[in-house]
């Protein structure tokens, strides 16, 4: 059976190459022009593809650069450099600026450049890759050119937030000043102390802000790091007017509390029992006098005290100058 149906293959196919053979070469002039044709309708579709690429790109790339081309002189006819033409500016200002100033004139003439280029290239129809891979090319300048661009912007933006930075910070540090010298002046007039050392250290805070605030107008960005040490100074006079303040009060109560001390001993050594006894307290209580003194007129000046350790010496003092006493007051046996 099988061999039956190899057989009737074999006839079959013998019996259709003839035909074949003889129908190709009846038609071969048709074949021909009909491949011819193909060949033709597929050259023609890859050019209508490669020039609607082409195209594509070119005007994609000429959006860009128009877009990039309309920031650039927009930054270039601003006022943007104005303070570097004019002298305005000064210090990383001016060095920042400048640098800006050069990125973008050497952004516009690339972009000329690259105007003139995309205005001479054209999608031409019957070349094959060269005009698609110049279009590709441009492509790419004009993105490296709209991302240069967009730098230059971030850059200038972020200048003008540290400059609007700087500036705020110098209102904040002038209301800062204020409160702080009215701190000062406040408790002097509390106190009735002149405060003068801590007044000198307002007049150089005084003194710094001016300073800085006038090179602010030249080099804002760079007046930061002088508004940050205004910040310091006037944080540490603000803690040191804070301190004086309760060291005042705490001496004051001190003082009263050892001069109560000092006239109940004195009572003490003037009671008839004692008229007759050696009690030598008198010297220990006399050194007591000049270091409140001296925590006095320290205080008064606005200097900054150890009041805890004057205290304990004090103290100290007093209890020696107290049990001298109290032995003195016991009787002999």
Excluded: C
């Excluded at 033709?40 to 490669?50: A, R, Y």
């Excluded at 540090?173 to 050392?197: C, R, V, Y």
């Excluded at 001190?254 to 001390?261: N, T, V």
Aim: hydrophobic share 45%.
């Amino acid at each position: 059976m099988e061999e039956l149906i190899e057989s009737v293959l074999v006839t079959a196919i013998a019996a259709l190459i003839p035909v074949l053979i003889s129908y190709i070469l009846s038609n071969f002039m048709e074949i021909l022009l009909a491949t011819a044709v193909f060949i033709f309708l597929l050259i023609l579709g890859v050019l209508v593809v490669k020039r609607k690429i082409t195209t594509q790109w070119l005007k994609r790339a000429e959006n860009q650069h128009r877009e990039a081309a309309s920031q650039l002189n927009a930054i270039i006819v601003s006022d943007t450099f104005k303070d570097v033409e004019m002298g305005l500016a000064m210090g990383e200002t001016y060095q920042r600026l400048k640098g800006v100033e050069q990125t973008v004139f050497s952004l516009h003439e690339k972009s000329e450049q690259l105007r003139k280029q995309l205005q001479a290239q054209k999608a031409a129809f019957f070349s094959l890759a060269a005009p698609l891979m110049q279009a590709k090319n441009l492509q790419q300048e004009t993105n490296e050119l709209s991302h240069r661009v967009d730098q230059v912007l971030f850059d200038l933006s972020r200048m003008n937030k540290d400059e609007k930075e700087a500036r705020e910070l110098l209102r904040q540090a002038e209301e800062k000043l204020a409160a702080t010298s009215g701190m000062i002046h406040s408790l002097s007039q509390k106190t009735g102390f002149p405060l003068d050392e801590l007044k000198e250290h307002l007049r150089q805070a005084e003194t710094l802000f001016h300073q800085v605030n006038q090179s602010a107008a030249f080099d804002a960005i760079q007046s930061k790091q002088g508004v940050t040490q205004i910040y310091r100074t006037l944080d540490s006079l603000r803690h040191r007017t804070l301190e004086l303040e309760k060291n005042v009060a705490i001496f004051h109560e001190m003082r009263d509390r050892l001069i109560k001390h000092e006239k109940h001993l004195l009572q003490l050594a003037g009671h008839e029992s004692l008229r007759n006894t050696k009690v030598d307290f008198i010297p220990v209580l006399r050194q007591i006098d000049p270091m409140l003194q001296k925590l006095d007129d320290s205080l008064r000046l606005g200097k900054e005290v150890n009041l805890r350790a004057a205290a304990e010496d004090m103290e100290t003092m007093v209890r020696d100058a107290t049990d001298l006493v109290e032995r003195a007051r016991k009787p002999t046996k």
